[in-house]
């Protein structure tokens, strides 16, 4: 019986993922913060403890949505799922890009108009949607792959957007040095930039017998020899040690 019902639960949970994506759970308000009848939570992006308060919001309901996608058992979901969410994440980052690069006199670079609700809602969008594009490309290494090849060399590729993403959130200065790490990973997992000589990134299909038998091997404390092994397969920087 579960199964019949599987394809129904699974489209409202792609529903639920999706409007995390459009920011739907948060709207922005000139007021002060406070909570509609909806349950929504108003942000006034005056000041910078908001602007931060928006930030952990957003992070939050991200890592939950993707957690949400390791937890499909089929690839074909996870596969529909992502590129739903791709498709959504890149509308809205296109589309903010062309209201701060074509309707406001922001520049890289400067201090947020934070007397410019709209402009400053329009920054944090390609931000916050470069942050959950760049989570889901480590999370989902072979689909996002697989996706962004499909896309390549047309109109809307997104691996172009996501170059523009990166120069955007590297130079900034809003954006927070953990987070760039995350974005700068997410550059080499997708050959944007160079490869660094130690990245590895477990959650790869091609890494995870290795990652299998690094686990049985810390998991046995008493073995001398598997004790070096574990020794050795934690150098250099991991991606499992940073909160993605």
Same mark, same amino acid.
Do not use: H
């Given at each position: +019986?579960?199964?019949?019902? !599987?394809?129904?639960?699974? @489209? *409202? %949970? ?9 920011? $739907? ?55 529909? +799922?992502?590129?739903?969410? !791709?498709?959504?994440?890149? @509308? *809205? %980052? ?9 309707? $406001? ?140």
């Amino acid at each position: +019986m579960l199964f019949m019902y !599987f394809p129904l639960l699974s @489209t *409202i %949970i792609s529903f639920i993922i999706i409007a995390i994506v459009s920011s $739907s759970t948060i709207t922005l308000s000139d007021n002060n913060n406070n909570n509609d009848d909806n349950g929504e939570i108003n942000f006034n992006l005056s000041t910078k403890e908001n602007i931060e308060l928006y930030f952990r919001i957003k992070r939050k309901q991200q890592l939950n949505a993707v957690q949400t996608l390791l937890n499909y058992d089929r690839y074909d979901r996870q596969y529909q +799922m992502v590129d739903k969410l !791709f498709e959504k994440i890149f @509308t *809205i %980052i296109d589309e903010s890009q062309q209201q701060v690069i074509n309707n $406001s006199n922001y520049n890289i670079g400067d201090q947020l108009p934070l007397n410019q609700t709209e402009i400053v809602r329009n920054i944090l969008q390609v931000i916050d949607n470069c942050a959950f594009f760049a989570n889901i490309v480590l999370k989902l290494p072979d689909i996002s792959r697989r996706l962004l090849d499909k896309r390549n060399g047309k109109s809307n590729d997104w691996a172009q957007s996501y170059r523009w993403c990166l120069n955007f959130t590297t130079n900034s200065n809003i954006v927070d040095d953990l987070s760039l790490k995350m974005f700068n990973l997410a550059a080499q997992q997708l050959n944007i930039v160079e490869k660094e000589a130690d990245f590895l990134n477990p959650y790869e299909k091609k890494n995870q017998k290795s990652r299998t038998s690094s686990n049985s091997i810390i998991k046995d404390p008493v073995d001398k020899k598997k004790k070096n092994s574990k020794t050795k397969s934690s150098k250099g920087p991991r991606m499992s040690r940073i909160e993605l």
